[in-house]
């Protein structure tokens, strides 16, 4: 599906990243969720239905972060963002429309913000614009939350733990807690090591940043898809981006989770489809979809055991 290629940043980083579509197409950058990849390996947000479909009209660059991911610093949201315009300009990319996955939302936004001038649209998928347990709270999301870190994501697991179950679906309200403050200021106070091992540094980044400042001054058009059933991020994160931003639209999915991109591509690519026609000016009729319905839901039972062989098999490949 991709043609593999590297990028060498200024500093003599390399970045590992993939091309494929239309040569002469407009750009579509895609910015994945935190993922930390073995040099020369992509990410699997993108997955190849969704990645084929938009590659019909557009040119898809599949990005990815540092290796190493600056270790040792308290926030690099920023940085992530410098990297992807060092990117652009070397490239002779002068307008792109960013797709930010989950964390890539938020390096999509620095991104707008630093170069308004080369992105012409973003789209933001189950994005998020801070992170922090004083949001989430300590509650029944929560814990679904927490188990959205604990376990490596797959293509089945995903479907799993958003099982698409009625009561799994969010609820207004009900994400703020002192427990969650009270886990934000233990955060906050020397516990570096911990979620640095536990976590991963980009999700430590995204609990230090907060890009809810910036938005105002983001002119660029945006178009924010978020899923009911998201076991990790509350769709009002992706109302505090709609809010935020002067110029964007919010479609809100009830039938959809944080990773069914990759297992129901065609929820996802209805409205991110509509959005790119009004800004490219394609016909109408222009990448059909065709229509699937929600994969079926899955017990209780059978959710459960999921979980544990997953947690199981990332606390070995975590701490072995």
Not at 26 to 54: H, R, S
Not at 98 to 111: H, T
Request: with cysteine.
């Amino acid at each position: 599906m991709y043609t593999i290629r590297t990028f060498t940043l200024p500093d003599g980083e390399v970045i590992t990243y993939g091309v494929a579509g239309q040569a002469n197409g407009p750009v579509l950058l895609m910015l994945p969720g935190q993922k930390t990849l073995a040099p020369g390996k992509l990410g699997n947000d993108f997955i190849p239905e969704q990645v084929e479909y938009l590659a019909t009209h557009f040119r898809v660059i599949s990005w990815n972060y540092r290796v190493q991911n600056y270790q040792g610093e308290k926030a690099n949201v920023q940085r992530m963002a410098k990297d992807v315009l060092a990117f652009l300009e070397a490239e002779h990319i002068h307008q792109a429309c960013v797709y930010g996955y989950s964390y890539g939302g938020m390096v999509a936004a620095r991104l707008a913000n630093l170069a308004p001038q080369r992105i012409k649209a973003m789209v933001l998928l189950n994005a998020f614009p801070y992170l922090s347990f004083a949001f989430y709270g300590f509650n029944f999301m929560t814990l679904r939350f927490l188990a959205h870190l604990l376990v490596i994501p797959s293509h089945t697991s995903s479907h799993l733990r958003e099982s698409m179950m009625p009561r799994f679906r969010q609820k207004p309200g009900g994400y703020h807690g002192p427990i969650g403050k009270f886990l934000d200021w233990l955060g906050h106070h020397g516990l570096d090591w911990f979620w640095n091992h536990v976590w991963t540094a980009r999700i430590w980044s995204a609990l230090k940043d907060d890009v809810r400042p910036i938005l105002p001054e983001i002119q660029t058009p945006t178009l924010g898809v978020a899923g009911r059933a998201d076991a990790a991020t509350p769709v009002e994160s992706a109302e505090q981006f709609h809010v935020g931003l002067k110029n964007s639209e919010l479609k809100i999915l009830d039938d959809a989770g944080h990773y069914t991109a990759r297992i129901w591509p065609e929820a996802f690519n209805r409205p991110i489809r509509d959005f790119l026609i009004q800004q490219y000016n394609l016909p109408v009729d222009a990448m059909p979809i065709a229509h699937r319905q929600p994969p079926a839901r899955v017990r209780a039972v059978r959710l459960g055991l999921t979980l544990v062989v997953q947690y199981w098999q990332w606390l070995r490949s975590r701490f072995r």
